[in-house]
Nanobody, 127 residues
Framework: QVQLVESGGGLVQAGGSLRLSCAAS????????MGWFRQAPGKEREFVAA????????YYGDSVKGRFTISRDNAKNTVYLRMNSLKPEDTAVYYC????????????????????WGQGTQVTVSS
């Protein structure tokens, strides 16, 4: 079992930045694909970003490409999401997730690929 705990959410003005963190338990963190998703009120959960086990490869959702950066520190069992140039439409609950398959590809965008989920952290961007 892997437990994921997100932190770093909050209220920020449009144009501002936040960095989310996701701390994972377990010794196999370094073998997992890690992803970030978000869900705004009344909307479906949306893929944000994913990163390979060694950080060498990343995928981003179209709406965040160029503004958000996913990274990981396997020594700290932590994955990060740096969010710049935030917009009101980025307001959502952000979730991190872990995929045991260890294979990063286009299917990283699919929720069903992920085996473990955090409880989420709220990000609110005011206009």
């Amino acid at each position: 079992q892997v437990q994921l705990v997100e932190s770093g959410g909050g209220l920020v003005q449009a144009g501002g930045s936040l960095r989310l963190s996701c701390a994972a338990s377990g010794r196999t963190f370094s073998s997992y694909i890690m992803g970030w998703f978000r869900q705004a009120p009344g909307k479906e959960r949306e893929f944000v970003a994913a990163i390979s086990w060694n950080g060498a490869s990343t995928y981003y959702g179209d709406s965040v490409k160029g503004r958000f950066t996913i990274s990981r520190d396997n020594a700290k069992n932590t994955v990060y999401l740096r969010m710049n140039s935030l917009k009101p439409e980025d307001t959502a609950v952000y979730y991190c997730a872990a995929d045991r398959s260890g294979v990063l590809g286009p299917l990283a965008r699919a929720e069903g690929r992920y085996d473990y989920w955090g409880q989420g952290t709220q990000v609110t961007v005011s206009s």
